[in-house]
């Protein structure tokens, strides 16, 4: 059974830095696409971040702030989030492929359980 489970949430003033992490069971990142997609209230959900072997691609309300990266020794995928701003205040989910690789959510066959990030002013 495989189970994606995010971790590394929390509350962080205007400017701060977070890393957030997911870290797999059943599944194998190594070789495969993951992605980081976030809902803020009031809006859709979003990709922001994703990772292909060594490819990466970003949002560009995320881009040069956040970097996505792996680490296949310990099979966990990593959001470090900096010089964030309250716009990014939303739940953050780990999503994970069998195959390709997308910025539609549809494609993705396994979801984490969601981290609450919290950006104030």
């Known amino acids: 059974q495989v189970q994606l489970m995010e971790s590394g949430g929390g509350s962080v003033p205007s400017g701060g830095s977070l890393r957030l992490s997911c870290a797999a069971s059943?599944?194998?990142?190594?070789?495969?696409?993951a992605a980081w997609f976030r809902r803020a209230p009031g809006k859709e959900r979003e990709g922001a971040a994703l990772i292909y072997p060594e490819y990466r691609s970003y949002a560009d309300s995320v881009k040069g702030r956040f970097t996505i990266s792996q680490d296949n020794a310990k099979n966990t995928v990593y959001l470090q989030m900096s010089s964030l701003k309250p716009e990014d205040t939303a739940m953050y989910y780990c999503?994970?492929?069998?195959?390709?690789?997308?910025?539609?959510?549809?494609?993705?066959?396994?979801w984490g359980q969601g981290t609450q990030v919290t950006v104030s002013s």
């Open positions: 999503a994970a492929a069998r195959r390709g690789c997308s910025w539609y959510g549809s494609d993705y066959n396994y």
């Open positions: 059943g599944y194998t990142f190594a070789g495969n696409c």
